[in-house]
């Protein structure tokens, strides 16, 4: 992080453009992440439907869980520009409270996504037989075949794992490295955390060490945008094989 | 962490003997460290072909078995192009691209030294997996089911996995750096359009790259997943469709296809103004051209598929846009022809390469236009048609351009002259081998011989074509060795080199050979396309030839640095670690935290 | 484009220390309530059961003003040298590309 400085007399002063390098380098990696998370995506569409066996997202998913984390997310970007912004205005304070809270609003969002997985790891499928209401396809299936004459009401665990089908496989996967991600990120930023409190660390005139973790931070979260979209909405809609 | 390890181990400000090397963060000792490991890798990528022509040389031979066989031409294809021909073009990027555009050093040279680090520790990863007892063995583009642990037990292609993300890592690190370095480095007055030739095509294959290598980084860990944890990415059993790998491997496959071959373009292109007297025809037409291929690269994957079974639409579809993309392809090609023509031209070593290129390249190109029609590949497809189409571009193509670019270039890296008669003897020795060994493939390739297969029976009529094509192959041998030899002897003891011993054009010609430390003692100012031609010729008038902003005094280099080779090593345990044992993958893990936060927390300059 | 971008930026040799105006927190402020609003609007439009096949579109159209809103206003391209602008949507409309042909190819959008 210290590069900043001292390449400032070398190539700032000096570059073509007289944009930073390191900013250059940073939206390139930005553009080139794309692709790894369309590849990622790619795999979601190409297999959604093709699982041939459950639980399937609408078994699974709960929209209110997952829209809660989605607004922590996208509060830790507010939460991180305002952090960039009071640096940009010299408030060390300020850049310290709203890096924090970043920090604690990722690490949060990194807590709904632990609780999801073991949600899903351990789903647990209910159905009363004697009055099934709501049954997804996938319940169907097991009112079917275990709720036979006698039997009022069928309990087991039916957890998805990334083993389990093709949606989980995908699902885990794509989730998982946009989690890495983002664990990536709440890195970063403790440590510029940590830095602030060395003499000299974090100054408004390397802004730039904060900047470039900051459009780091909103890439993951703009990700996070798509992923919610494309995987858990379009995921428990019905018009599509699910 | 990090406060606490700086003071421990100093920083090597004026290392000396080899940790001079091993610290280094000049990007011209990283080229030649590029270009030495590069060049071992191409003579065991060489070995390797060796065997597999030995195994062919006859009917039913039984010089190794099928399943050494199978290792053999998976490691030959991995070898030559992810550890020979990559690399190869990056030894060039790195000596050249400051040189050409007026700079002292890449964006980021700390960087630059871990690319390199961390290319030898995938070169190693790899390689070492014939001493571990398994190498790999599913084909250089391992095709799932095959790569399944049903079907391929044993941890050979847990080596191809790491070792091609390792690499993966490398080449993005790099490419990434000569993005920025090009962008932003450029001496005052180089527009774009001032470019050199070879700056621009190193531009397009470090684009090309970034966006293509994520894909093959995802389909890798997909494919681990489904190895390591039992997950469904490609297993039938579970509705998934292996063709999925076929896609994301093309998908990133033929833009691979592109930064191999871009490099050797941009090489072609320096060469042939210079031996001709006369400026690059249609330079504009030549950048816009290589934009263009680089595009429709995105457009084509498919026609690696032909035969799968996609349906007719999108076989199609691909049989067009790759039938189109032979067209910038040709555009280039007639440049190239018309920048010869009148040209008073000099028949030297490189200048040979480069009209050997010309002629190699384009039959290879046409081979492609006949496998572009997605019917007659099907007669094609997996037969030794291809492998001869593909020895015509990679063979004939990439590598003559970068035989081509060594000897080019070879007084600017040693300061020394190489034998000019030898270099000669070299290259037709080479050029009449390789066409003895490639091009009757094409015969036995349209007469039904398959690929990959270890041996074929006497009575398919194939033995003496594949007689000929090993005995060509020991002339391409030859050939390689005379090279060898020619390169070390002119080394120690080649006749001194001038700045500019070829009367040529671009920037790196206009300081001494080899170049200082610092490349150039003043910044110079561009006024034009082949700015060192325009002054030397006094086509620039008044002007002052060079207005310089930086007086030898105050020049400041980046210092050398321990902390990008701490961060490979670690990658490099880490390796080994996800093959065998995860404790150890975290162990990497960790140094490589350390590397990077012990780098990250370094000024570039320390005060001596 | 691009290419001219770079170049007429090498005119000038001054450095860009600080790029520009910089909206003020309250615009970040704005576009936090933004997009806060629509991922409600997004859960609510996809519980409108009538609305049936048009939630496609309608989703898309609001991620994607999500998206856009994130990446111009906190990541600043708004505010930045086009230069940034250009290297970041080469790579999202290629992978953008590359999805959307994968769909096609495993029968996304054939009839039925
Ligand atoms: C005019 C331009 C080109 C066209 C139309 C073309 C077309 C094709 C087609 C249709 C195939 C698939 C053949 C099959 O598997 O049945 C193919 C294979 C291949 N091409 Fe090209 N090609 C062109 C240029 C190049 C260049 C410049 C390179 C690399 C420098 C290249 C490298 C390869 C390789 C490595 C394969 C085989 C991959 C494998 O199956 O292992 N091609 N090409
Ligand atoms: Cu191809």
């Known amino acids: 992080m210290a590069e900043a400085t001292a390449s400032n007399h070398e190539s700032e002063h000096q570059t073509t453009t007289g944009l930073n390098h390191r900013k250059i380098l940073m939206w390139v990696f930005l553009g080139s992440d794309c692709m790894f998370f369309a590849t990622l995506i790619a795999t979601y569409l190409v297999y959604k439907g093709k699982s041939l066996s459950g639980p399937m997202p609408l078994d699974v998913f709960s929209i209110p869980v997952t829209t809660v984390s989605t607004f922590v997310l996208l509060m830790s970007s507010m939460s991180m520009v305002l952090a960039y912004a009071a640096l940009r205005k010299g408030s060390l304070k300020g850049y310290r409270t709203w890096i924090l809270s970043t920090v604690i609003l990722g690490s949060t969002f990194l807590g709904f996504q632990t609780f999801e997985f073991y949600e899903f790891a351990n789903h647990h499928v209910h159905i009363d037989c004697i009055n099934p209401v709501d049954l997804t396809d996938y319940e169907q299936g097991l009112f079917d075949k275990n709720c036979k004459d006698g039997v009022d009401h069928y309990d087991a665990q039916h957890g998805l794992t990334p083993k389990t089908n093709l949606f989980g496989t995908t699902f885990f996967v794509l989730t998982g490295l946009h989690g890495t991600h983002v664990t990536i990120g709440v890195i970063w930023l403790m440590s510029l955390f940590l830095y602030s409190f060395k003499k000299g660390g974090v100054t408004p005139e390397r802004h730039l060490d904060t900047d470039l973790a900051a459009l780091y931070w909103h890439f993951v979260d703009v990700v996070w945008i798509v992923i919610f979209a494309v995987v858990y909405l379009f995921g428990v809609f019905e018009g599509f094989p699910s | ?608 | 484009m691009a290419m001219q971008n770079i170049n007429k930026a090498s005119d000038s040799t001054k450095v860009d220390t600080s790029h520009s105006e910089h909206p003020s927190a309250v615009t970040y402020f704005k576009v936090a309530v933004a997009l806060c609003l629509l991922t409600g609007l997004e859960v609510v439009v996809f519980f409108f059961e009538w609305l049936s096949y048009g939630i496609i579109p309608v989703l898309a159209v609001l991620s994607v003003v999500k998206f856009a809103l994130v990446i111009m206003f906190y990541m600043h391209l708004k505010y930045d040298h086009r230069l940034f602008s250009t290297l970041f949507l080469t790579g999202l409309f290629l992978a953008i590309g590359v999805i959307f042909a994968l769909m096609a190819l495993f029968g996304w959008f054939n009839a039925g």
Do not use: C
């Open chain 2, 1 to 608: 962490m990090t406060t606490l390890l700086i003071p421990m181990i100093k920083r090597p400000l004026h290392p000396t003997g080899i940790w001079n090397w091993i610290t280094t963060i000049d990007h011209k000792k990283i080229g030649l460290l590029y270009g030495a490991t590069a060049f071992i890798n191409f003579l065991i990528g060489g070995i390797e072909a060796i065997l597999i022509r030995a195994q062919l040389s006859g009917s039913n031979a039984d010089i190794i078995t099928p399943e050494v066989y199978n290792q053999l031409f998976t490691m030959h294809g991995t070898t030559m192009i992810f550890l020979a021909i990559m690399p190869l073009s990056a030894a060039f990027f790195n000596y050249l691209i400051p040189l050409q555009i007026g700079a002292r050093d890449v964006a980021f040279p700390r960087l630059n030294a871990f690319s390199y680090w961390v290319f030898l520790a995938g070169t190693i990863i790899l390689h070492s997996s014939w001493l571990f007892g398994s190498a790999p063995n599913s084909g250089w583009f391992s095709y799932a089911p095959l790569t399944s642990v049903a079907y391929n037990p044993g941890h050979g292609m847990d080596f191809w996995i790491v070792g091609l993300q390792v690499l993966g890592i490398a080449s993005l690190a790099a490419s990434f750096n000569f993005i920025v370095t090009i962008i932003n480095m450029r001496a005052p007055g180089m527009t774009l359009m001032r470019m050199p030739l070879f700056t621009w095509m190193t531009f397009i294959t470090a684009i090309l790259l970034v966006l293509a290598f994520p894909v093959i980084t995802v389909a890798l860990i997909e494919l681990m997943f489904d190895r390591s944890f039992g997950t469904n990415f490609f297993f039938a059993p579970a509705g998934a469709d292996p063709v999925l790998w076929q896609h994301l491997f093309w998908v990133f496959g033929h833009p691979e296809v592109y930064i191999l071959i871009l490099p050797a373009m941009g090489i072609v292109s320096e060469i042939l103004p210079t031996f001709s007297k006369k400026p690059l025809f249609g330079y504009s037409t030549v950048i816009l051209a290589g934009a263009i291929i680089a595009f429709m690269g995105w457009l084509v994957w498919s026609h690696h598929m032909f035969t799968v079974g996609l349906g007719p639409i999108p076989n199609s579809v691909f049989t067009i846009t790759t039938m189109a993309i032979a067209i910038p392809t040709g555009i280039k090609i007639f440049n190239w022809i018309f920048t010869m023509w009148k040209g008073s031209i000099t028949f030297s070593t490189p200048m040979l390469y480069a009209i050997g290129f010309i002629v190699t390249f384009t039959i290879g190109g046409i081979s492609g236009v006949m496998h572009a029609m997605s019917s007659s590949d099907a007669q094609q497809q997996d037969t030794y048609f291809v492998v001869a189409h593909f020895h015509y571009v990679l063979f004939g193509g990439a590598m003559m351009g970068i035989f081509g670019g060594l000897y080019y270039w070879f007084p600017k890296f040693s300061g020394r002259m190489f034998s000019e008669k030898l270099g000669k003897v070299q290259f037709f020795l080479l050029f009449i081998g390789q066409n003895i060994t490639f091009f009757p493939m094409h015969f036995v390739g349209m007469d039904g011989m398959p690929r990959r297969i270890y041996t074929y029976s006497g009575e398919m009529g194939w033995t003496a074509l594949n007689a000929l094509e090993t005995s060509g192959s020991i002339l391409v041998v030859i050939s390689v060795l005379l090279f060898l030899h020619n390169i070390v002897k002119s080394w120690r003891s080649g006749e001194e080199a001038p700045g500019d011993p070829w009367d040529a054009r671009t920037l790196e010609w206009s300081i001494s050979s080899p170049p200082p430390e610092y490349n150039f003692e003043v910044i110079p100012e561009v006024h034009t396309v082949d700015e060192w031609w325009a002054r030397k010729r006094g086509l620039l008038g008044e002007q002052s030839p060079s207005v310089g902003s930086n007086e030898k005094g105050e020049i400041h280099l980046p210092q050398p640095s321990f902390w990008p080779l701490v961060s490979a090593i670690g990658i490099f345990i880490g390796g080994y670690g996800l093959i065998y044992s995860y404790p150890v993958a975290i162990v990497g893990l960790v140094i490589m935290m350390v590397g990077v936060y012990s780098w990250s927390f370094e000024p570039v300059n320390d005060p001596d």
